[in-house]
């Protein structure tokens, strides 16, 4: 089994909020076959892609897949409760097909009750900075916060 420090380096809070920031600079069209490169590697243009270049994991070539892909996600992540939710955690589903499955970077909490900021990237858009429905809009239950286990929270 992959363990975090084996797949990624440590890496702070604040960076990985930089790193998200980079593809909504961008502009990164969403693609499940296409790749992203910048400052910060080469990326499969999809969410998990992107959470793994957001997290610092192994993109092209170590991986030549251009990232984890969402179950990937969460072998190297652990289970928190929402109300331990900060910026860098991810809400996730990580069961299903290629279709069903999928990710998104916390940001905040909204000011809204029950809805957070989250950067994405997801079919029919380029990376994006939105407000969603806790867990994930309409499929609640199929969705869970995780914690990249490498993550450096900042004093």
């Known amino acids: 089994m ?15 909020m930089e790193r998200a920031c980079s593809w909504l600079r961008d502009s990164v069209p969403y693609s499940q076959k296409r790749f992203h ?10 969410c998990s892609g992107f959470v793994s270049m957001a997290w610092g994991l192994p993109g092209k070539p170590d991986d030549r897949h251009g990232g984890f892909d969402t179950p990937g996600l969460a072998t190297v992540s652990g289970l928190i409760p929402a109300h331990e939710l900060r910026p860098g955690d991810v809400v996730i589903r990580a069961d299903g097909t290629n279709l069903t499955r999928h990710v998104v970077i916390f940001a905040s909490w909204a000011e809204e009750p029950g809805r957070y900021w989250a950067y994405e990237q997801a079919g029919g858009y380029s990376t994006r900075l939105r407000a969603l429905a806790y867990p994930y809009e309409a499929e609640a239950e199929l969705y869970v916060p995780r914690r990249y286990l490498s993550v450096l929270d900042e004093a």
């Open 37 to 46: 490169q910048n400052e910060h590697g080469i990326y499969r243009a999809d």
């Open 2 to 16: 992959t363990t975090a420090r084996a797949a990624g380096r440590l890496i702070r809070r604040s960076e990985i």
